[in-house]
């Protein structure tokens, strides 16, 4: 079936530092792929999106390219700061009718 | 903004006891999802909702679990008898229409004791 496959955490960086969270997908059908984050004590929010092969998502300096030959769609973040710690969630749509399939989460901890 | 509401926000319950979650989705959004996140997972799709009907129950443990929507706007689930192993965060997420983006709530998390 369907699956998603990310880095396990978690990951420390110092502020500042440059990010990259891997991500990979099934290649089935022709999926959505997402970037959720979810912060402490709180649902998920979603941080970007990409619905087709070289598609470029991006909010509030993250960025994924949606990587069809290499299936992947991997988080960066030029300069992270502290208020990005937080658990890092990849999904693809094709969970069922519309439900999406997630990765097991990277927990994001940046450190002053 | 319009928010996914969820209640409670936590529950703890014996093992064998029937326990429920309500589900307010944003207004006007047609379909409705319910989600289960076990601790260092991802969620996983329990049931989707397309207006009061059920579209997939594939991974909704039917022997002990139920959901319905009955008149297409908030949304219960339940699970009766619980279990150990349901500890986990239940999630709710909405979405305007199929296929569209998906804004979820802040969930509950229920303990089984």
């Not at chain 1, 496959?5 to 089935?28: D, K, R």
Request: aromatic share 10%; glycine share 10%; proline share 4%.
């Amino acid at each position: 079936g369907d699956s998603v496959t990310q880095m396990e955490g978690p990951v420390t960086l110092s502020e500042e530092a440059f990010l990259t969270i891997n991500c990979t997908y099934t290649a089935t059908g022709y999926p959505s792929l997402f970037w959720y984050v979810q912060y402490p004590g709180e649902g998920l929010q979603l941080l970007l999106k990409a619905t087709k092969a070289d598609d470029k998502g991006s909010n509030k300096g993250f960025e994924a390219t949606y990587r069809k030959e290499t299936t992947s769609f991997h988080l960066e973040k030029g300069s992270v700061q502290v208020s990005d710690s937080a658990v890092y969630f990849c999904a693809r749509s094709g969970g069922g009718a519309d439900g999406l399939t997630f990765g097991k989460g990277t927990h994001l901890i940046i450190q002053p | 903004e319009a928010e996914v509401a969820q209640s409670p926000r936590y529950k703890i319950t014996e093992k064998s006891q029937a326990v429920a979650f309500w589900c307010d989705p944003i207004s006007g959004h047609a379909t409705l999802y319910w989600y289960r996140q076990i601790l260092g997972q991802g969620p996983e799709l329990l049931v989707q909702f397309q207006d009061e009907s059920v579209v997939d129950d594939s991974q909704l443990p039917k022997d002990r679990f139920s959901a319905e929507r009955l008149k297409g706007v908030d949304s219960t689930l339940k699970i009766q008898p619980a279990e150990l192993g349901d500890s986990a965060m239940y999630l709710c997420a909405s979405s305007l229409d199929r296929g569209r983006e998906q804004y979820f709530g802040p969930g509950t998390r229920l303990t089984v004791t």
